[in-house]
């Protein structure tokens, strides 16, 4: 079992910048992918962005160009460094790691004020 802790979302002015962390533990040995979904009030649950043991990135096609994905020197670590931030960027994000099933953190709000 994989546990996820997300930390870094709060408040901040449209065009301003966040930076998301999330930590796992358990059975890490086992996780390939790790990265970060997001659910808006009323809308379904989207990829943001993910990344491989190989350090090979996929984006979606909302955050590309503006949000960057990496993972810590431990493998165990991912972070979504987010910049330009948009008011549709409101939503929870999620931690999510494939060992290989999927595993999700609880959420951190992000909230970007226009």
């Known amino acids: 079992q994989v546990l996820l802790a997300e930390s870094g979302g709060g408040l901040v002015q449209a065009g301003g910048s966040l930076r998301l962390s999330c930590v796992a533990s358990?059975?890490?040995?086992?996780?390939?992918?790790m990265g970060w979904y997001r659910q808006a009030p009323g809308k379904q649950r989207e990829l943001v962005a993910v990344?491989?043991?190989?350090?090979?990135?996929t984006y979606g096609g909302a955050v590309k160009g503006r949000f960057i994905v990496s993972r810590g020197a431990g493998k165990n670590t991912v972070y979504l460094q987010m910049n330009s931030l948009k008011p549709e960027d409101t939503a929870v994000y999620y931690c999510?790691?494939?060992?290989?099933?999927?595993?999700w953190g609880q959420g951190t709000q992000v909230t970007v004020s226009s």
């Open positions: 999510t790691a494939f060992a290989p099933a999927p595993s």
């Open positions: 358990g059975s890490i040995s086992s996780i390939n992918i």
């Open positions: 990344i491989s043991g190989s350090d090979t990135s």
